[in-house]
Structures are given as structure tokens and as C-alpha cells.
């Protein structure tokens, strides 16, 4: 039935995509960061939607009369700059049969941001992409914190098979980085009802990030939640809510949930751990060895790699995205993937500076401010997980790039010194063409 339900579904939205080509970018989103594919159990599962879609969406803004212009800003040059030394790198990879189906699929994600980027050229659409972020991501915070719950975390919460997320860090960190972007919406949606959902759904989010087991995951969250804190102007009221939160959400956990992070404080003696600066030690000698160029998308993991450096060692992921494009694509795409991170937290800033004490903004202002906070979660926590290309975080590089274009051109009357612009309320957009 499932299935049967996601191809009507999918067919459904065929006109619209012709229609509006921006539906397909949504919809091209969706699929990627839910995965719906994999929640069903017949002849839907694991098909590719997501290329179909892709296909239909290019072909419908290629013939359609919408203005066709390259976003310009620095970011969408960095990414570009990256796709074609990825590319490059990739004719010296070490086994290139492993590595060039995995280019493919990072590929047509640079070519769907990059998409997004040239499409969000309104509010509303930008609002329309965060909360299809919220919603396909959100579905599986919900869906882990009410099995945590039910489970009283006996069992570690994991996603979709066969997706980037379904390791049980990769989720956490995933989950981590949208609370933000859901806060945002808490904040700046008019229905009480769908604020009072949000913020539910927030609750059963955290307990999906402890319900994963994951210890990184956890970093990320502390580092997310003392941000919070620091920006606050009602430290007191937020510490006591967060403390009441936080409380009832320990006292659900298990004690092997605690035996686990524990274990945080004995990390050098960890072999999770110990695996880790081994890979780390992997990346960042091969890059050296081979420079300029890294050993292939994944090239660090096959044995022909790393046990020339270890050879008593059983292979690993980078578990690091910042070794793991040091390790791919050496030193030049470390450069660039930095320098694309970089940005984001530039265009984040120059929102924020552009559009503070200006009348009508503060939600733009408030945008930038909790991206900003879902960057720094992504950036600490993927220090320990092999997600360079989450669609994910590309996507909400892009879209803080297209806010500051929509901030930098559009004026407002400065307030009075001292005083902030009143948030807005907007809703789920009811138009995106």
C-alpha cells in the first residue's frame, strides 16, 4: 500500500513540476533528504525517483519562461571550482571503478544545490525549501524520539537503509542541524497550533539525538544548545526550561546509554576512537604522498591504501569530513570545501549585520542566526563523521547565499538605535512560482 501511495503521489506532482519547474527542485529535495523510497516494503523500494524527478524538473525549467541566471555569488563559483577538481582528482583515483559511481551521485547533489541556488530568488520559495528541510528530515526525529520513548532507549535509533543517514551518528548529526532551522519556524509561524507542534517535535528530536547512542552526536548537541544559551537574552528562562527538558529526557535512557558516553572520557583508550586517528593518519599522509591529489572518492578505504600505510589495520572511514576531502581530493579540495564553509558562515554574518534593527527583517536576521548555529553544529559534530556531501548541508549553503542576495537588494528603513525589528509571522507559502 505504501508503495501504491508514493507513485500516486509522485505522479500527482508531474503536472505541477511542468508548471512550476521550482515544484520539482522541492520535490527533488524531498526525496533526497527523506528517502521516502526506503520506508516502503514492495516494487517501490529503492527505485530511482529521485533521478526521474531530476530529469523532468531540468527539462521543465530548461523550456520554461522563467529568467535563467546564474546565481554569480562567490559560493556557487567555490562549488563549481570543486565539482570539476573533484573530477579531475577522480582520473587518478585508485580504483576508479569504486570511486566513479560515487562522483556521480556527488555530482548531480552539486548539480541540484546549484539548481536551488539559481531558483531561490524569493522569500517565499526560501521559506518553501526550509520547511521541505524540516519536514523530510523532521519526519524521522519525530518518528526516533517517539521509539525512544516507547523503547525506553533500549534500542540504538537509526535511519533509512541505504542512505547517508542511516548510520546511527550520521542521523544524530542530520537531526542536530535541523533543530535550529525548526526553531526558526517555531518562531516565525503564525499558527499557534503548528508553533506548539514544532516545539514538541524539537523535544522528540533531542531524544532522537540521545536515543542514537551517538557520541558525536551528542558534542553537536551540547555545542547547539550552549549557543543557544550565549545568544539568549533570557538565559535564566532558558537554562531552567533546558534543564527540565534535558532532565526528563536522561531519565528515559538506560544505564548502557550512560556506560556508553562515558566512555568519552576514556577516548584514548577507545578503539572507536583509536580507529579513527588511524584513518585521520591514512588521509593526511596520502595526501602528502600524492600531492595535489587525494586517492579517490572513498580511495582511503580499500585496502590497497590503507594497509600500505597500516597493514595490520582493518580498514575504516575517514569518520571526519574534513580528512575525508583531505583524503579524497587532496590538498586543493580540502582548500575549496573549506573555503565553501567559509562562506556560509560569511553570507550567515553579512545577513545578520545587513538586516539588524531594520524594519521588516528580523527574519531574516533570525534566519541567518539559527543557519549559522546549524553550521557550527554540522562543522563540530562532522569532525567525526565521514558526511562532506550531505545534501543537507550543501543546501543550506546555498540558500544563506541566496538570503543575502535577497537582503542586499531589498531596503528598509532603519529603526531607532537600540531597537529590533518586531519578527513576522509568515506561514507555509501558499504559492512558489
Known amino acids: 500500500m505504501r508503495d501504491i501511495i508514493l507513485v500516486l503521489g509522485l505522479l ?15 520535490a527533488w ?15 517501490a523500494m529503492g527505485q530511482p525517483f529521485n533521478s526521474a524527478i531530476a530529469m523532468l524538473t531540468l527539462a521543465a525549467w530548461a523550456f520554461s519562461k522563467e529568467r535563467k541566471e546564474w546565481p554569480g555569488d562567490r559560493l556557487s563559483w567555490v562549488l563549481v571550482a570543486l565539482g570539476l577538481w573533484m573530477t579531475f582528482n577522480s582520473l587518478f583515483a585508485v580504483e576508479p571503478d569504486w570511486s566513479w559511481p560515487l562522483w556521480d551521485r556527488t555530482i548531480k547533489i552539486l548539480v541540484f544545490v546549484l539548481l536551488l541556488g539559481a531558483m531561490v530568488v524569493t522569500k517565499a520559495r526560501l521559506h518553501a525549501t526550509i520547511w521541505v528541510m524540516v519536514i523530510s528530515l523532521g519526519y524521522y526525529g519525530v ?5 525512544t520513548i516507547l523503547t525506553a532507549g533500549a534500542n540504538k535509533v537509526l535511519g533509512p537503509e541505504n542512505t547517508i543517514i ?48 551517538s557520541r558525536g552526536g551528542i558534542v553537536a548537541l551540547a555545542v547547539t544548545a550552549g549557543y543557544f544559551w550565549l545568544r539568549s537574552k533570557r538565559k535564566a528562562a532558558l537554562l531552567l526550561a533546558g534543564s527540565v527538558v534535558f532532565a526528563l529526557a536522561f531519565s528515559v535512557m538506560p544505564p548502557a546509554f550512560f ?19 588511524v584513518s585521520w593518519e591514512v588521509c593526511a599522509r596520502y595526501a602528502k604522498d600524492h600531492f595535489p591529489f587525494g586517492a579517490g572518492f572513498s580511495g582511503t578505504e580499500r585496502k590497497s591504501v590503507y594497509n600500505s600505510y597500516f597493514p595490520d589495520e582493518t580498514t575504516h572511514a575517514a569518520h571526519s569530513i574534513y580528512f575525508q576531502v583531505l583524503g579524497e581530493h587532496g590538498v586543493p579540495g580540502l582548500l575549496l570545501y573549506l573555503s565553501a564553509v567559509a562562506l556560509g558562515f560569511l553570507n550567515c554574518r553579512a545577513v545578520m549585520r545587513q538586516t539588524s534593527d531594520r524594519a521588516g527583517f528580523a527574519w531574516a536576521y533570525d534566519l541567518a542566526n539559527m543557519s549559522g548555529v546549524s553550521l557550527l553544529a554540522f562543522c563540530t559534530g562532522g569532525a567525526a563523521l565521514s558526511m562532506a556531501y550531505y545534501d543537507g548541508f550543501l543546501m543550506l549553503l546555498v540558500m544563506m547565499a541566496s538570503l543575502r542576495k535577497l537582503t542586499a537588494v531589498k531596503t528598509a528603513p532603519a529603526l531607532p538605535r537600540g531597537r529590533r525589528a518586531a519578527r513576522t509571522t509568515p506561514t507555509m507559502p501558499a504559492a512558489i512560482s
Open 12 to 26: 500527482s506532482m508531474v503536472p505541477l513540476v511542468l508548471r512550476f519547474p521550482f515544484a520539482g527542485v522541492l
Open 29 to 43: 529535495g524531498w526525496l533526497s533528504l527523506m528517502n521516502p523510497h526506503r520506508e516502503v516494503y514492495g516494487f
Open 143 to 147: 518518528k526516533g524520539g517517539v521509539f
Open 166 to 213: 542511516a548510520d546511527n551518528n550520521h542521523l544524530a548529526l542530520a537531526i542536530v542541524m535541523l533543530l535550529p532551522l525548526v526553531n526558526y519556524l517555531r518562531l516565525h509561524t503564525a499558527n499557534r497550533l503548528a508553533r506548539l507542534g514544532l516545539g514538541a517535535a524539537m523535544a522528540l528530536q533531542v531524544l532522537t539525538v540521545l536515543g542514537s547512542y
Open 259 to 277: 556506560e556508553r558516553m562515558d566512555s568519552i572520557q576514556d577516548a584514548a583508550q577507545d578503539q572507536s576512537f583509536r580507529g579513527r586517528l
